[in-house]
């Protein structure tokens, strides 16, 4: 499990994990994310029940366990928050963040001490003491009920599935040719986004941001010039088709 630091400053910092070379073969590589304040850290996307052990100890080289009280799933998918039930028992107080449509179903993979905070369909946010992260509407992007995470100061939106490529575990971190990128993320975005009503209203949201990096849960990161680029894509691509 690689870690990559993408923002760093004495209120907080931000943390990539991801490029799992121990992983089963057949599960896809997924990029975790961690924003650790003074005191209180919170894990986004944590992840499959596959990834928590090499997850747990990444995340040990860089905080205790006990700052760790936040989780946050931008959706319901198992590749987001299977690994609750083994949080749940390394986490008895922490709280999650996650879409209040998907409660019922997120509990299925196990829930008995960890808090459940519903997100409401407008969003919201997530305060680590002085640190305010927003949560942004993703709806349809994939899932019915969908946050991305904005932080203002560092300027990073984790934009869940948006912006994903299935890449090998040797992949760069960061997009250096968004051109020859376009061909390991269209796919993707064409089958696995169900809504070109969405997908503009997404796009009209984020483009009042200020952004400097987009951060995917799968694939390379967005930096700079690429964030435009994509939006750009993005705008132009017709989604919703399976062939």
Same mark, same amino acid.
């Given at each position: 499990?690689?870690?990559?630091?993408?923002?760093?400053?004495?209120?907080?910092?931000?943390?990539?994990?991801?490029?799992?070379?121990?992983?089963?073969?057949?599960?896809?590589?997924?990029?975790?994310? =961690?924003?650790?304040?003074?005191?209180?850290?919170?894990? =986004?996307?944590?992840?499959?029940? *596959?990834?928590?052990?090499?997850?747990?100890? $990444?995340?040990?080289?860089?905080?205790?366990?006990? *700052?760790?009280?936040?989780?946050?799933?931008?959706?319901?998918?198992?590749?987001?928050?299977?690994?609750?039930?083994?949080?749940?028992?390394?986490?008895?107080?922490?709280?999650?963040?996650?879409?209040?449509?998907?409660?019922?179903?997120?509990?299925?993979?196990?829930?008995?001490?960890?808090? @459940?905070?519903?997100?409401?369909? *407008?969003?919201?946010?997530?305060?680590?003491?002085?640190?305010?992260?927003? =949560?942004?509407?993703?709806? @349809?992007?994939?899932?019915?009920?969908?946050?991305?995470? @904005?932080?203002?100061?560092?300027?990073?939106?984790?934009?869940?599935?948006?912006? $994903?490529?299935?890449?090998?575990?040797?992949?760069?971190?960061?997009? *250096?040719?968004?051109?020859?990128?376009?061909?390991?993320?269209? @796919?993707?975005?064409?089958?696995?986004?169900?809504?070109?009503?969405?997908?503009?209203?997404?796009? $009209?949201?984020?483009?009042? =941001?200020?952004?400097?990096?987009? $951060?995917?849960?799968?694939?390379?990161?967005?930096?700079?010039?690429?964030?435009?680029?994509?939006?750009?894509?993005?705008?132009?691509?017709?989604?919703?088709?399976?062939?």
């Amino acid at each position: 499990m690689k870690a990559t630091q993408l923002f760093q400053a004495p209120s907080h910092t931000w943390l990539m994990f991801g490029r799992d070379e121990g992983k089963p073969e057949k599960i896809i590589d997924t990029n975790q994310y =961690l924003v650790k304040g003074k005191g209180q850290a919170v894990l =986004l996307d944590p992840g499959g029940t *596959e990834l928590f052990s090499p997850m747990l100890a $990444a995340i040990l080289q860089h905080i205790e366990l006990e *700052e760790l009280t936040t989780l946050f799933a931008s959706h319901q998918d198992p590749d987001i928050i299977s690994s609750l039930g083994l949080w749940d028992k390394a986490l008895p107080n922490a709280t999650l963040h996650a879409p209040w449509l998907w409660e019922g179903f997120i509990r299925h993979f196990g829930m008995n001490n960890i808090r @459940y905070q519903g997100i409401k369909d *407008e969003g919201g946010e997530i305060r680590l003491n002085d640190i305010s992260l927003k =949560l942004v509407p993703a709806h @349809y992007l994939h899932s019915s009920g969908n946050f991305h995470v @904005y932080d203002p100061q560092a300027k990073i939106l984790m934009s869940g599935d948006v912006g $994903a490529a299935l890449e090998k575990t040797d992949a760069p971190i960061f997009v *250096e040719d968004f051109g020859t990128h376009v061909k390991h993320m269209e @796919y993707f975005h064409r089958r696995w986004m169900p809504s070109n009503r969405a997908k503009s209203n997404w796009i $009209a949201r984020v483009k009042e =941001l200020d952004i400097s990096i987009m $951060a995917p849960q799968h694939g390379r990161l967005f930096k700079g010039e690429a964030v435009t680029e994509f939006l750009e894509w993005f705008a132009k691509l017709d989604v919703g088709i399976a062939s």
